[in-house]
């Protein structure tokens, strides 16, 4: 039940196209949501995040669509660049509890030139 | 604001011999710091949660008597990987904690020989 699942593993898109990475969750006493960017040998570097009391998130081209009946949320980029060749991880944590997040497993994510 | 910095960047030891590495809040205080492990192409491994001036809590499976963590002031934790073997050779990644945000620091790269 603390699991957060991340899909897909791997994405490749072409510049100027939509990224869309997906997470699922089970705990229903998250209620924090966050989004992860890292680049290979430098530590992850919050992107957006959301609390559940809203249904989307943007900034500038990263958006946070939230649904909290299905327990999903998802990242989109706009107009993908080759710079946002990375990895993105989403978390999910409890606001009221110690911090702690739980991390999906990943996305790598490259943007063809 | 909430730059969370670590040293070193890297460092190579002998197998047997003890590393130490700082991560330090610069810019705030963090009561709660925490300690990642990160394989390559995998996600980030939660070791420790760390409480400035109580004990470390440890994730299941962590050996707490080989990964010493100090949480010795409001803006600096320490890992002592003791007795380091080659299969400790990792990236390790802090984070600090502070108004619901985990700030993460660059990451360190040890190498055990």
């Known amino acids: 039940q603390q699991q957060v699942k991340q899909s897909p593993q791997s994405l490749i898109v072409q510049k100027g196209g939509i990224s869309i990475i997906n997470c699922a969750y089970e705990n229903t006493a998250f209620d924090y949501f966050p989004w992860y960017q890292q680049f290979p040998g430098k530590g992850p570097a919050l992107l957006i995040a959301?609390?559940?009391?809203?249904s989307e998130k943007k900034e500038g081209r990263f958006t946070i669509s939230f649904n909290k009946s299905a327990k999903q949320f998802s990242l989109h980029i706009m107009d993908s660049q080759p710079g946002d060749s990375a990895t993105y991880f989403c978390?999910?944590?409890?606001?009221?509890?110690?911090?702690?997040?739980?991390f999906g497993t990943g996305t790598r994510l490259k943007v063809l030139a | 604001g909430a730059v969370v910095s670590q040293h070193p960047s890297w460092v190579i030891c002998k197998s047997g011999t003890s590393v130490k590495i700082e991560c330090r809040s610069l810019d705030f205080q963090a009561t709660t710091m925490f300690w990642y492990r990160q394989f390559p192409k995998q996600s980030l491994m939660l070791m420790a949660t760390?409480?400035?001036?109580?004990?470390?809590?440890?994730e299941q499976g962590v050996e707490k008597d080989k990964f010493l963590i100090n949480h010795a002031s409001l803006t600096l934790s320490t890992l002592t990987v003791t007795s380091a073997h080659p299969e400790d050779s990792s990236f390790y990644i802090c984070s600090a904690a502070w108004d619901t945000e985990q700030y993460f620091g660059p990451g360190t790269r040890l190498t055990v020989t």
């Open positions: 959301i609390r559940p009391d809203v």
């Open positions: 978390a999910a944590s409890i606001r009221s509890g110690t911090y702690k997040y739980i």
């Open positions: 760390s409480n400035e001036g109580s004990k470390a809590t440890y």
